[in-house]
């Protein structure tokens, strides 16, 4: 009787294993797939060997001669497209318009599948519409929204002058500035400065301790009781914790009519009213996070790749004065002189190709079964798009390991090449901050580089090579900015 039990036990198990390790039919092609891990052993292997995941799926689809790489983490059906083509198709077709739901996710959203960023069909509809429209009623997008990133413009030019040309690092102030401007529209005020350098310093921290898969922490959740620090769980406790006080203080206030003027949770707590069931506090504190978390690292780090850009490259940086300096002079700089200043829009463009900030996006989920190329993507299969690949594709631009701006223009300088850039994504799910993104970083340049020359410390060179975790950012530097006039 128990050697039949222990037999069964053994085939159930043999059986299990083996189930585990098969491929599905057509499945994209990649490495081997071993019991518990799937290929989570080599693909950890690969991001250490080549710097970073991104890197390492690419050297992967290389070794397997294939733009549609496939893996499994964990017991996570995971896929990387590559190319062009193929980033298209993902992009803008329904079937992958999901987001996966996991731990890591759901640890993301304060403990929720709720928010925008990280859930799908109609709650994602309708709150990813809500939020566009109510932003838009509060000037998020609209020409007051120059006058605000012109007043952050003021406070950084501030926080130089105030160094007297010691060398500065120019992260803490740009992120600082970036969230000022989204919490005004979000909440209608300035986050707290203690609490501000606090949350900062806490995404920075995340970023550099996760991938955009998750990591080990999203495969054996259960890793968190063992090893909460190593496996990244503190960060986003801590993280979850400090941003839920901050949000639930805004939020009390607004109930209490305590903010003035109208902002996005004004209009959210109207809604509530309405009696609307997808609006709560959780989602609004859900949403908050969301803005804050897509918003403030990104675009802060494309202009500190602008300022290392700029301190890499003297003659680019002279061009730029020149340009500023001929066509405005010393007038504020606004959104409308991206017209007339094409070379600073080609080296912007450039800095975000160059250092794309999510080489690896995504991630998505198959809605139902799909095909790619001869492939077949079971349903809720994890999809990420391998932008960074596009970005450096020699197919799409010359030489495009060197850094150099005039590949965005013609020779009548004019702006080119454009549509071959994915910086912001794409379709239904492309980023709805681009507009403030894109503002905030011109505008913010062109006035640092209209009133300073900016230096390495002490001759350093700020490195090239950027961390990639689950966004692109600079290795730490500083920089001497020596007043032009
Ligand atoms: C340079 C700065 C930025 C970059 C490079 C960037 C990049 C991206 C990309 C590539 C996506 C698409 C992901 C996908 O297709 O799955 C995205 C989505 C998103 N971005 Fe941005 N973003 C930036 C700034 C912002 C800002 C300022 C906001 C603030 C409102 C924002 C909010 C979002 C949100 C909420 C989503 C999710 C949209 C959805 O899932 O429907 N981003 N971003």
Same mark, same amino acid.
């Given at each position: 009787?128990?050697?039949?039990?222990?037999?069964?036990?053994?085939?159930?198990?043999?059986?299990?294993?083996?189930?585990?390790?098969?491929?599905?039919?057509?499945?994209?092609?990649?490495?081997?797939?071993?019991?518990?891990?799937?290929? +989570?052993?080599?693909?950890?292997?690969?991001?250490?060997?080549?710097g970073?995941?991104?890197?390492?799926?690419?050297?992967?689809?290389?070794?397997?001669?294939?733009?549609?790489?496939?893996?499994?983490?964990?017991?996570?059906l995971?896929?990387?497209?590559?190319?062009?083509?193929?980033?298209?198709?993902?992009?803008?077709?329904?079937?992958?318009?999901?987001?996966?739901?996991?731990?890591?996710?759901?640890?993301?959203?304060?403990?929720?599948?709720?928010?925008?960023t990280?859930?799908?069909?109609?709650?994602?509809?309708?709150?990813?519409?809500?939020?566009?429209?109510?932003?838009?009623?509060?000037?998020?997008?609209?020409?007051?929204?120059?006058?605000?990133i012109?007043?952050?413009?003021?406070?950084?030019?501030?926080?130089?002058?105030?160094?007297?040309?010691?060398a500065?690092?120019p992260?803490?102030?740009?992120?600082?500035?970036?969230?000022?401007?989204?919490?005004?529209?979000?909440?209608?005020?300035?986050?707290?400065e203690?609490?501000?350098q606090?949350?900062?310093?806490?995404?920075?921290?995340?970023?550099?301790?996760f991938?955009?898969?998750?990591?080990?922490?999203?495969?054996?959740?259960?890793?968190?009781?063992?090893?909460?620090?190593?496996?990244?769980?503190?960060?986003?406790?801590?993280?979850?914790?400090?941003?839920?006080?901050?949000i639930?203080?805004?939020?009390?206030?607004?109930?209490?009519?305590?903010?003035?003027?109208?902002?996005?949770?004004?209009?959210?707590?109207?809604?509530?009213?309405e009696?609307?069931?997808?609006?709560?506090?959780?989602?609004?504190?859900?949403?908050?996070?969301?803005?804050?978390?897509?918003?403030?690292?990104?675009?802060?780090?494309?202009?500190?790749?602008?300022?290392?850009?700029?301190?890499?490259?003297?003659?680019?940086?002279?061009?730029?004065?020149?340009?500023?300096?001929?066509?405005?002079?010393?007038?504020t700089?606004?959104?409308?002189?991206?017209?007339?200043?094409?070379?600073?829009?080609?080296?912007?463009?450039?800095?975000?190709?160059f250092?794309?900030?999510?080489?690896?996006?995504?991630?998505?989920?198959?809605?139902?079964?799909?095909?790619?190329?001869?492939?077949?993507?079971?349903?809720n299969?994890?999809?990420?798009?391998?932008?960074?690949?596009?970005?450096? +594709?020699?197919?799409?631009?010359?030489?495009?390991?060197?850094?150099?701006?005039?590949?965005?223009?013609?020779?009548?300088?004019?702006?080119v090449n454009?549509?071959?850039?994915?910086?912001?994504?794409?379709?239904?799910?492309?980023?709805?901050?681009?507009?403030?993104?894109?503002?905030?970083?011109?505008?913010?340049?062109v006035?640092?580089?209209?009133?300073y020359?900016?230096?390495?410390e002490?001759?350093v060179?700020?490195?090239?090579?950027?961390?990639?975790?689950?966004?692109?950012?600079?290795?730490?530097f500083?920089?001497?900015?020596?007043?032009?006039?």
């Open positions: 009787m128990i050697a039949t039990l222990l037999a069964v036990l053994l085939v159930t198990i043999l059986g299990y294993i083996i189930n585990t390790v098969s491929k599905p039919r057509k499945y994209p092609p990649g490495p081997k797939w071993y019991p518990f891990v799937g290929s +989570s052993a080599i693909a950890r292997k690969v991001a250490l060997q080549y970073s995941q991104w890197k390492g799926f690419s050297h992967l689809a290389k070794e397997y001669s294939t733009e549609v790489l496939g893996l499994k983490l964990g017991s996570e995971v896929v990387v497209v590559f190319g062009e083509k193929n980033l298209r198709k993902v992009f803008t077709e329904k079937e992958y318009e999901g987001r996966p739901d996991s731990f890591f996710i759901r640890q993301r959203c304060l403990g929720k599948r709720l928010g925008i990280f859930v799908d069909g109609p709650l994602w509809r309708e709150h990813r519409q809500f939020t566009v429209k109510n932003l838009k009623n509060v000037g998020f997008g609209k020409t007051a929204m120059e006058t605000e012109q007043t952050e413009l003021h406070n950084i030019l501030e926080y130089i002058e105030k160094s007297k040309t010691k500065i690092n992260k803490v102030i740009l992120a600082q500035s970036v969230m000022n401007i989204l919490w005004k529209y979000t909440a209608g005020e300035r986050i707290k203690d609490q501000l606090y949350v900062i310093d806490l995404f920075s921290k995340r970023s550099k301790a991938t955009i898969a998750g990591g080990w922490l999203n495969q054996w959740p259960w890793l968190r009781f063992i090893f909460p620090k190593l496996s990244g769980y503190t960060i986003i406790k801590n993280l979850n914790q400090q941003i839920s006080d901050i639930d203080e805004t939020v009390n206030k607004h109930k209490n009519g305590l903010v003035p003027g109208s902002d996005f949770i004004y209009s959210f707590l109207e809604e509530m009213k009696n609307n069931v997808s609006f709560h506090e959780e989602q609004l504190k859900a949403i908050c996070l969301d803005i804050l978390i897509a918003g403030a690292q990104t675009t802060s780090n494309v202009l500190e790749f602008a300022i290392l850009s700029l301190i890499r490259h003297k003659q680019i940086q002279e061009k730029v004065y020149d340009e500023i300096h001929s066509v405005i002079g010393e007038d700089p606004c959104w409308n002189d991206s017209n007339r200043l094409l070379y600073t829009m080609a080296f912007l463009l450039e800095v975000q190709r250092y794309t900030i999510a080489p690896l996006a995504g991630p998505r989920r198959v809605l139902e079964e799909t095909t790619i190329e001869d492939y077949v993507l079971p349903k299969t994890t999809v990420l798009l391998s932008i960074g690949d596009v970005h450096f +594709s020699p197919d799409l631009w010359d030489e495009p390991n060197k850094f150099n701006p005039d590949r965005f223009l013609d020779s009548s300088g004019k702006l454009t549509e071959h850039f994915y910086g912001f994504g794409l379709g239904r799910r492309r980023c709805p901050g681009d507009s403030l993104a894109k503002s905030f970083i011109f505008i913010v340049l006035g640092i580089v209209q009133k020359r900016i230096e390495s002490n001759g060179l700020p490195a090239e090579e950027p961390i990639i975790g689950l966004i692109s950012g600079a290795r730490p500083s920089a001497e900015f020596i007043p032009r006039f």
